[in-house]
């Protein structure tokens, strides 16, 4: 539960490899900066894809091979690929994790295997072009300060503006605002309103747990979490109450 800014990055499929190279190289030395673990640059082949890679959330080079094999079936569906292909290099990109509280965000493109996907592909109308789909929840950066949300947020929007210039197709639906608005109380108003949510579902279920057993999640490290959860409301006593 939160607020994602989900992105798909496509390039027509005739596109060089080494074009694709390029502008990931451009974006990842933008993406490298203080405070910010950027992974190298990964190329992962079309056997370790179908081999779906197993999740790993907190090891960057581990995620990105995972997120990729998501992206190659989600293009593409259920398809037979040649066995001649299963040795090249299918998924290009990188991983970054912006900050404290904010997931991780995945960066690459899938190259073009095959003209004609599967029934159960997702995005058919992209087989043919190297793809990309991705989501990164920055709103529990918020744990931090207003100002690491905005940081780590506005690091996600500058690097698909980047990607843009560079010619890239790029769809965005920030579900923040910020993306649409370019207004940073938007995006903090935004995030506070689910902090808030979050929180009151959170410290309920927190309540209604077995003695000795307790609930964890981001939401919990967040330094107001007390007035979060009473806000709407609602506090522990299950009282109502009327001020702000």
């Known amino acids: ?3 994602h ?13 080494a074009r694709i190279l390029e502008v990931l190289g451009e974006l990842r030395t933008l993406a490298s900066r203080p405070g910010v673990r950027v992974t190298p640059m990964l190329q992962v082949t079309l056997a370790t894809l179908l081999s779906k890679p197993p999740f790993v959330w907190h090891n960057l080079d581990r995620f990105f091979p995972f997120w990729a094999s998501l992206q190659l079936r989600e ?14 290099i299918t998924a290009i990109g990188f ?5 404290h509280g904010s997931e991780a965000a995945t960066f690459g493109f899938v190259r073009p295997l095959v003209e004609t996907p599967a029934s159960d592909a997702e995005v058919p109308e992209k087989c043919g072009a190297w793809y990309w789909h991705a ?7 918020s744990v931090v300060s207003d100002e690491h949300l905005v940081r780590c947020h506005l690091l996600i929007v500058e690097l698909l503006e980047a990607l843009q210039r560079l010619g890239v197709e790029v769809d965005v639906r ?3 605002g910020y993306w649409e608005t370019r207004s940073t109380a938007r995006l903090i108003t935004e995030v506070a309103k689910m902090n808030a949510i979050v929180a009151r579902f959170a410290g309920a279920f927190h309540d209604a747990m077995p003695p ?3 609930a964890g999640g981001a939401i919990f490290e967040h330094p107001e979490f007390e007035r979060l959860e009473t806000d709407g409301g609602k506090n522990r006593g299950g009282k ?3 001020g702000p």
């Open 1 to 3: 539960m939160g607020l």
């Open 5 to 17: 800014i989900c992105y798909d990055l496509s390039l027509p499929g005739e596109t060089p490899g």
């Open 75 to 88: 293009r593409d569906g259920t398809v037979e690929y040649r066995d001649a292909d299963r040795d090249r």
């Open 95 to 99: 991983a970054i994790h912006p900050g």
């Open 135 to 141: 989501c990164c929840k920055t709103q529990y950066a």
């Open 174 to 176: 920030d579900e923040t």
């Open 212 to 214: 000795g057993l307790r």
């Open 240 to 242: 109502t109450e009327t």
